[in-house]
Protein backbone atom coordinates (compact mmCIF):
# COMPACT_ATOMS: atom_id res chain seq x y z
CA UNK A 1 0.00 0.00 0.00
CA UNK A 2 1.21 3.70 -0.35
CA UNK A 3 3.00 5.15 2.54
CA UNK A 4 5.25 7.66 3.35
CA UNK A 5 7.65 7.51 5.84
CA UNK A 6 9.16 10.33 7.27
CA UNK A 7 12.11 10.24 9.68
CA UNK A 8 14.76 13.60 10.86
CA UNK A 9 12.26 15.45 13.44
CA UNK A 10 13.86 16.28 17.29
CA UNK A 11 14.26 19.02 19.91
CA UNK A 12 17.10 21.59 19.09
CA UNK A 13 17.24 24.83 20.15
CA UNK A 14 17.18 27.81 18.17
CA UNK A 15 19.59 28.17 15.63
CA UNK A 16 19.91 24.88 15.05
CA UNK A 17 19.22 22.56 12.00
CA UNK A 18 17.48 19.24 11.36
CA UNK A 19 17.13 17.71 7.77
CA UNK A 20 13.47 15.65 7.42
CA UNK A 21 13.34 13.05 5.25
CA UNK A 22 10.53 11.12 3.41
CA UNK A 23 10.32 8.17 1.88
CA UNK A 24 7.63 7.63 -0.12
CA UNK A 25 6.66 3.49 -1.55
CA UNK A 26 3.93 2.01 -3.20
CA UNK A 27 3.18 5.07 -5.43
CA UNK A 28 3.38 2.98 -9.13
CA UNK A 29 1.60 6.45 -10.81
CA UNK A 30 4.36 9.66 -11.19
CA UNK A 31 4.43 11.51 -8.34
CA UNK A 32 3.96 15.22 -9.58
CA UNK A 33 5.17 17.04 -6.36
CA UNK A 34 6.34 15.83 -2.87
CA UNK A 35 6.87 18.30 0.00
CA UNK A 36 6.32 19.29 3.38
CA UNK A 37 3.12 20.63 5.40
CA UNK A 38 3.31 21.70 8.92
CA UNK A 39 1.02 22.22 12.13
CA UNK A 40 1.54 23.82 15.51
CA UNK A 41 -0.85 23.62 18.33
CA UNK A 42 -3.95 25.94 18.03
CA UNK A 43 -3.02 26.61 14.52
CA UNK A 44 -3.64 25.59 10.74
CA UNK A 45 -1.66 23.19 8.67
CA UNK A 46 0.40 25.33 6.27
CA UNK A 47 2.45 24.18 3.31
CA UNK A 48 6.35 24.88 4.16
CA UNK A 49 7.46 23.70 1.06
CA UNK A 50 7.38 21.68 -1.87
CA UNK A 51 8.88 20.70 -5.62
CA UNK A 52 7.73 19.06 -8.39
CA UNK A 53 9.37 16.65 -10.48
CA UNK A 54 10.82 18.97 -12.94
CA UNK A 55 12.55 20.45 -9.17
CA UNK A 56 10.15 23.87 -9.46
CA UNK A 57 10.64 24.24 -5.34
CA UNK A 58 7.84 26.87 -3.37
CA UNK A 59 8.55 27.79 -0.11
CA UNK A 60 6.16 29.93 2.75
CA UNK A 61 7.93 32.97 2.98
CA UNK A 62 8.79 32.80 6.79
CA UNK A 63 11.05 30.11 5.61
CA UNK A 64 12.98 31.24 2.73
CA UNK A 65 16.53 31.84 3.32
CA UNK A 66 16.46 29.23 5.92
CA UNK A 67 14.78 25.65 4.41
CA UNK A 68 16.07 23.92 1.38
CA UNK A 69 14.08 21.22 -0.23
CA UNK A 70 15.25 18.72 -2.26
CA UNK A 71 14.09 15.61 -4.03
CA UNK A 72 15.25 12.52 -6.10
CA UNK A 73 12.44 11.32 -8.58
CA UNK A 74 14.02 8.11 -9.07
CA UNK A 75 14.06 7.10 -5.38
CA UNK A 76 10.66 9.05 -4.55
CA UNK A 77 12.09 10.30 -1.83
CA UNK A 78 12.10 14.12 -0.47
CA UNK A 79 14.68 15.90 2.37
CA UNK A 80 13.73 19.49 3.88
CA UNK A 81 16.91 21.10 5.17
CA UNK A 82 16.05 23.40 8.13
CA UNK A 83 18.81 25.40 9.04
CA UNK A 84 18.37 28.58 11.66
CA UNK A 85 15.54 26.96 13.36
CA UNK A 86 13.30 29.58 15.33
CA UNK A 87 10.63 28.12 18.14
CA UNK A 88 7.73 29.46 15.51
CA UNK A 89 8.94 27.07 13.68
CA UNK A 90 8.41 24.14 16.53
CA UNK A 91 4.98 22.07 15.11
CA UNK A 92 4.58 18.22 13.37
CA UNK A 93 5.59 18.37 9.80
CA UNK A 94 4.02 15.88 7.27
CA UNK A 95 5.45 14.61 3.96
CA UNK A 96 3.40 14.21 1.26
CA UNK A 97 3.14 13.51 -1.94
CA UNK A 98 0.57 14.43 -4.86
CA UNK A 99 -0.25 12.08 -8.11
CA UNK A 100 -2.41 14.25 -10.50
CA UNK A 101 -4.11 12.60 -13.32
CA UNK A 102 -6.55 13.88 -15.57
CA UNK A 103 -9.30 12.68 -13.72
CA UNK A 104 -8.25 12.88 -10.13
CA UNK A 105 -5.75 14.64 -8.06
CA UNK A 106 -4.48 12.05 -5.27
CA UNK A 107 -2.69 13.48 -2.23
CA UNK A 108 -0.85 11.37 -0.06
CA UNK A 109 0.17 11.68 3.68
CA UNK A 110 3.05 10.39 6.13
CA UNK A 111 2.53 9.94 10.16
CA UNK A 112 4.18 13.16 11.29
CA UNK A 113 7.60 13.70 12.69
CA UNK A 114 7.46 16.38 15.78
CA UNK A 115 9.80 19.04 15.26
CA UNK A 116 10.62 21.23 18.46
CA UNK A 117 12.64 23.82 18.70
CA UNK A 118 13.55 25.79 22.37
CA UNK A 119 14.47 29.26 22.80
Known amino acids: QEQLVESGGGWVQAGGSLRLACAAS????????MGWFRQAPGKERELVAD???????NYIDSVKGRFTISRDNAKNTVALQMNSLKPEDTAVYYC?????????????WGKGTLVTVSS
Open 51 to 57: ITSGGIT
Open 96 to 108: YARVVTITRTMDY
Open 26 to 33: GIFRRINA
